[in-house]
């Protein structure tokens, strides 16, 4: 979830002056607003958890509206923090960037259709325009077959094992991500 808390925005309640963070409707972009009473040199620095300062930019004036971009930083706490003259302001980012999977797999023994199972691999919206997928079939624990596709569209396909015990699928993604089913 992400979440925004200020430790200084106005100096008084109803004052408009102070620092502001506020995430955007993507999970990476949030608006940071600051005003001051008198102009200068702002300062704006981002530290992450550990305060290793990460970004910094100078501006002129009394305020800003700066639109910060946190793809690809890890999740977690981060400090924007604004020095005006002998003033400092913070804010905290709890930044928690969405993770869209490459793709979606299921796999399912279709109802009343002995040795019968279905596959699908639905791309999702972070997928590239190809992806890459090892599929394994096991029965008992030994591998009885193994293929690799290539998807520049969502898959589905049925697959027939002659029933005779245990079958586990295993579908792996070009990242390594494993998705198995046992029945």
Do not use: C, W
């Not at 910060?68 to 913070?90: C, D, H, M, P, W």
């Not at 691999?121 to 079939?137: F, Y």
């Amino acid at each position: 979830m992400l979440g925004v808390s200020a430790s200084t925005f106005a100096n008084e309640p109803g004052d408009k002056y102070g620092l502001a963070a506020f995430p955007m409707n993507q999970g990476s972009l949030y608006k940071v607003v600051y005003q001051s009473e008198t102009a200068g040199t702002l300062k704006l620095n981002i530290y992450d958890e550990s305060r290793n300062r990460i970004f910094t930019h100078t501006l002129e004036g009394r305020g800003f509206i700066q639109p910060l971009n946190f793809q690809g930083l890890e999740a977690g706490l981060y400090t924007v923090e604004i020095v005006n003259g002998k003033s400092r302001e913070t804010v905290t980012i709890n930044h928690a960037p969405k993770i869209e999977p490459s793709n979606f797999v299921h796999i399912a023994k279709l109802l009343n259709e002995e040795g019968k199972f279905l596959v699908s691999v639905a791309k999702g919206s972070g997928a590239e325009n190809e992806e890459s997928i090892s599929l394994q079939i096991f029965q008992n624990d030994k591998l009885i077959y193994n293929e690799r596709n290539k998807l520049d569209s969502d898959f589905a396909k049925v697959y027939a094992v002659q029933p005779n015990g245990k079958v586990t699928i295993a579908v792996v993604d070009k990242s390594g991500k494993v998705t198995t089913a046992s029945f």
